[in-house]
């Protein structure tokens, strides 16, 4: 309030204390953690253990990629199984430490529609195809030839 009008002036309240306001900030100071994104065991256990998950799914896209070296469509399943897996356990594990990037349901989403195109298209891979869908070859045909 000045003293010299009785008014309060553009940032204060009428005690004297300064008003907060309802904009947003220019700079963002910080952010907040996703919903799971804390340790998946004690804080007192091991680095590994408290990041498990993630550490799974590390393990599965290496023995992957170590496999595709000898079969390329059976590494490539074991690639996209691993994401399926780490669909399942974003959606059923409540803390998963660093596997948790986003918003629960932005992760899962993610992991299943990138696990779910991989698994196709290492069914879909040449020679001899797993899976055959007729209307891509149409669609192959009518764009390029």
């Known amino acids: 309030m000045s003293a010299d009008t009785g008014r309060t002036g553009p940032g204060e309240e009428t005690d004297g204390t300064p008003r907060r306001s309802r904009r947003f900030p220019v700079f963002t100071r910080d952010t907040a953690p996703p919903e799971g994104g804390g340790r998946a065991a004690p ?4 680095a590994p253990a408290r990041q498990w998950p993630i550490l799974c799914l590390l393990a599965g896209m ?7 070296l000898g079969s390329f469509r059976a590494g490539v399943l074991v690639i996209g199984a691993t994401l399926l897996a780490g669909a399942v356990l974003r959606w059923t594990v409540p803390s998963v430490g660093i596997l948790a990037v986003r918003s629960r349901f932005t992760d899962v989403v993610t992991y299943g529609v990138l696990g ?4 196709l298209l290492g069914m879909m891979a040449q020679p001899n195809p797993w899976l055959e ?10 764009t390029i030839r």
């Open 43 to 46: 804080g007192d256990a091991p």
């Open 133 to 142: 869908l007729p209307f891509l070859e149409r669609i192959v045909h009518f």
């Open 62 to 68: 290496v023995t992957g990629l170590l496999v595709t």
């Open 116 to 119: 779910t195109v991989i698994v």
